[in-house]
């Protein structure tokens, strides 16, 4: 079995802090209203924005229990994926220094949680033993 106790903390960390202070902010609405909608989700913007963040708490509690980490994990890989092409993609690699808001915190994520879905590498397999 697999330690992965110390990546999956920081990963429930990271999510928690991602979704409960836009939540109690009320910024998820503004989000969903105001950014969504205004690029094309409209009228389920709110929606989408309230998924997201509700897949992220649901996260959390699966990376804690240890339990689910494959879907949890395909469920955020396609968060940031999306992430990356409507919002931080035009605002190049960097989040801050070279530039602002770019892609490399969402690239970091993607790469923790292939790597708590797959442990082992995503081109290993087990061989059966047939006999």
């Known amino acids: 079995m697999e330690n992965t106790i110390l990546l999956r903390l920081s990963l429930a960390f990271i999510l928690i802090m991602h979704s409960v202070p836009s939540?109690?902010?009320g910024d998820i609405n503004s989000f969903g209203r105001d950014y969504l909608d205004g690029i094309g989700f409209f009228p389920f913007g709110i929606y989408v924005a309230w998924t997201v963040k509700l897949i992220h708490l649901f996260s959390v509690i699966f990376l804690l229990m240890n339990r689910f980490l494959k879907i949890t994990a395909i469920a955020n890989i396609?968060?940031?994926i999306v992430g990356i092409i409507l919002i931080?993609?035009?605002?190049?690699?960097?989040?801050?220094g070279g530039g602002r808001n770019g892609v490399?915190?969402?690239?970091?994520?993607?790469?923790?949680?292939?790597?708590?879905?797959?442990?082992?590498?995503l081109l290993h397999f087990k061989k059966k033993n047939v006999l």
């Not at 931080?88 to 801050?96: A, I, N, P, Q």
């Not at 490399?104 to 590498?121: D, N, Q, R, T, Y």
Request: hydrophobic share 60%; net charge neutral; with cysteine.
């Open 78 to 80: 396609l968060i940031f």
């Open 23 to 25: 939540i109690i902010s």
């Open 104 to 121: 490399e915190f969402s690239f970091l994520l993607i790469v923790c949680f292939l790597s708590l879905a797959f442990p082992k590498g």
């Open 88 to 96: 931080h993609g035009k605002e190049g690699w960097f989040v801050v």
